[in-house]
């Protein structure tokens, strides 16, 4: 494995403090003028290299240091991008759990990872007394904001008892120290904490200035505040939009247009349903986006009519980006819109499912033959052939070795390579590798539908529909018992579209059915009025719970 810069993902804040000291390291909301705008606080790269030096030594003095595992639950603000680096420069475990994934996952999270110590804004304290979370285990507590009764520490106690040395605190672990545990957004499944090791978080930074040319100097718009955490390590100044992060399709289009223009954005992450959202505005009212050298785009397939959108509101030769990669993995592959519009659009468009790029330099990627049970070593016999659909497995440094305190997952997800002593992660994704090398996406392998003589992937069945004019998205489910299922496809219609008119589209879609071999199975079809889909980016379809309502209909039929 190649030697790294640095062990712990903290040291690159310090190297951009001293490198830039004065260049604005964060600009975070802070309320609106009289007007209306929003107004805006920063750090920049020397204060919150010191403003996190002063924290890490008043949690290390509260005994919040080497091994701690640590909920953070702060909203994006100066404070969050602060006691983040604080936590690996004292030598602490963030444990980081997307609010948004519902009470019941929470705080089956929060037992999992045993938390020695909690950090949060008082609405997580509220809710942590409430529902008990790490009733058992938690036993040092800091409240960001207004404490309000209950027991602990606030961030200015945290300040003042680091105030009494100015020396800079880098906890120096080796590189496969865990770092952090950040759980999985359980759109397809049960959330899961997954180990990051200080090695992850490094590979990351310099995969991701190397895939897109990242330089430092450059100015990060991010609507996911994980991601914006890498704006730091990477010497671009973060500015986090005024939105709110767990509802990324109910963005407002005018903020996240003023916050470019106002910062001179360079560099903007965005779900597909923000994209979506942000593009359609901008394409009404012919808004053009000079600043922008590149855009990035991950969490779901983005649809080449989303790509065209917002591509026509960008300088020419900027591009969309669409990493492909899960939280256990992360980058996998890369795919730029140009790509896409020329060519794959339209090998997805007839059910060959959709391009998600080479692997990225380093990382070693293999489709394996489909199976529900954990393999135990890895063999290069596993491989399929090109063009084989198959379950997608990755190796490299950015990789996850296991799940914290899920053993059972960790079997089934991970294959032990003897000849690097390091596991494989299998992505729970189905897909084939084409000649050229690039991945092709097909879904996910909880998502297929089985039936006695044939199997369907909902990628592919979903995306010949998909290219009707009037359909926003649509989702095959299965109906009966594995192996013997009968496919049914849910249909969400554009928001323009009259549902009155339903009648003519279903029998436009049972048509589209026909003409393909994959898809002339299916002849049930029903009209669903608004997906339910995942929080962390407004994308991921929960197939599930979609299966659920079409057995409903069927019986209601």
């Given at each position: 494995m190649a030697s790294l810069p640095y062990n712990n993902i903290a040291c690159a804040l310090a190297?951009?403090?001293?490198?830039?000291?004065?260049?604005?390291?964060?600009?975070?909301?802070?309320?609106?003028?009289?007007?209306?705008?929003?107004?805006?606080?920063?750090?920049?790269?020397?204060?919150?290299?010191?403003e996190s030096d002063l924290l890490a030594r008043g949690l290390r003095a509260n005994k919040i240091g080497d091994g701690t595992r640590t909920v953070l639950m702060v909203t994006p603000s100066l404070e969050f991008f602060a006691?983040?680096?604080?936590?690996?420069?004292?030598?602490?475990?963030?444990?980081?759990?997307?609010?948004?994934?519902?009470?019941?996952?929470?705080?089956?999270?929060?037992?999992?990872?045993?938390?020695?110590?909690?950090?949060?804004?008082?609405?997580?304290?509220?809710a942590r007394i409430l529902l008990g979370w790490g009733r058992k285990t938690i036993r040092t507590l800091v409240t960001v904001g207004s404490k309000r009764g209950w027991k602990g520490l606030t961030l200015d106690d945290i300040r003042?008892?680091?105030?009494?040395?100015?020396?800079?605190?880098?906890?120096?672990?080796?590189?496969?120290?865990?770092?952090?545990?950040?759980?999985?957004?359980?759109?397809t499944g049960v959330p899961k904490g997954a180990i990051y090791s200080h090695r992850i978080f490094v590979t990351q930074v310099l995969q991701l200035q190397q895939m897109y040319g990242i330089e430092p100097g450059?100015?990060?718009?991010?609507?996911?505040?994980?991601?914006?955490?890498?704006?730091?390590?990477?010497?671009?100044t973060a500015v986090i939009p005024d939105m709110d992060p767990t509802r990324p399709a109910q963005v407002d289009p005018v903020k996240i247009l003023n916050a470019i223009e106002a910062f001179g954005v360079s560099n903007m992450f965005g779900s597909p349903a923000l994209i979506r959202q942000v593009g359609r505005w901008g394409e009404q009212n012919d808004i053009h986006l000079s600043s922008l050298r590149r855009v990035i785009s991950a969490g779901a397939p983005v649809p080449a009519t989303v790509l065209e959108t917002f591509s026509g509101l960008l300088p020419e030769g900027t591009e969309i980006h669409t990493p492909y990669g899960a939280t256990e993995a992360l980058p996998v592959a890369t795919m730029n819109s140009q790509a896409i519009l020329q060519?794959?659009?339209?090998?997805?468009?007839?059910?060959?499912?959709?391009?998600?790029?080479?692997?990225?330099?380093?990382?070693?990627?293999?489709?394996?033959?489909?199976?529900?049970?954990?393999?135990?070593?890895?063999?290069?016999?596993?491989?399929?052939?090109?063009?084989?659909i198959g379950e997608i497995c990755v190796h490299g440094d950015q990789v996850t070795q296991a799940y914290f305190n899920r053993e059972?997952?960790?079997?089934?997800?991970?294959?032990?390579?003897?000849?690097?002593?390091?596991?494989?992660?299998?992505?729970?994704?189905?897909?084939?590798?084409?000649?050229?090398?690039?991945?092709?996406?097909?879904?996910?392998?909880?998502?297929?539908?089985?039936?006695?003589?044939?199997?369907?992937?909902?990628?592919?069945?979903?995306?010949?529909?998909?290219?009707h004019t009037e359909v926003y998205r649509t989702a095959l489910v299965g109906l009966g018992k594995t192996g013997r299922q009968t496919p049914v496809l849910c249909v969400e219609l554009t928001p323009e579209t009259d549902p009155s008119e339903w009648p003519r589209i279903k029998g436009e879609l049972e048509n589209i059915a026909g003409r393909f071999s994959h898809t002339e199975a299916i002849e049930r079809f029903l009209l669903h009025p608004a997906f339910p889909v995942d929080i962390r980016h407004n994308a991921k379809i929960f197939r599930e719970k979609l299966a659920v309502w079409a057995k409903r209909q069927k019986k209601k039929a």
């Open positions: 190297l951009r403090a001293k490198e830039r000291p004065h260049q604005i390291a964060v600009h975070c909301p802070a309320g609106t003028d009289d007007q209306g705008r929003v107004s805006y606080t920063h750090l920049t790269f020397q204060q919150l290299d010191r006691l983040t680096f604080a936590l690996f420069k004292a030598g602490a475990i963030p444990v980081l759990v997307d609010p948004g994934m519902g009470v019941r996952n929470l705080r089956k999270c929060l037992k999992e990872a045993q938390p020695e110590a909690f950090i949060g804004i008082p609405k997580a304290h509220i003042q008892a680091g105030s009494g040395s100015e020396d800079s605190l880098h906890y120096e672990g080796s590189a496969d120290e865990t770092a952090a545990i950040l759980f999985t957004s359980g759109s450059e100015v990060d718009l991010s609507t996911f505040p994980l991601f914006a955490l890498f704006a730091p390590a990477l010497g671009m060519e794959t659009r339209y090998r997805t468009d007839v059910g060959k499912g959709v391009c998600v790029g080479r692997p990225v330099d380093g990382l070693n990627v293999a489709v394996i033959g489909i199976s529900e049970a954990p393999i135990a070593r890895w063999s290069d016999r596993l491989r399929l052939g090109p063009n084989d059972k997952s960790t079997r089934l997800a991970k294959i032990w390579d003897p000849q690097s002593d390091r596991q494989w992660h299998r992505m729970g994704d189905l897909g084939y590798v084409d000649e050229e090398g690039r991945i092709w996406f097909c879904g996910r392998k909880s998502h297929r539908v089985i039936g006695e003589r044939k199997t369907w992937y909902t990628i592919p069945v979903e995306a010949v529909f998909n290219t």
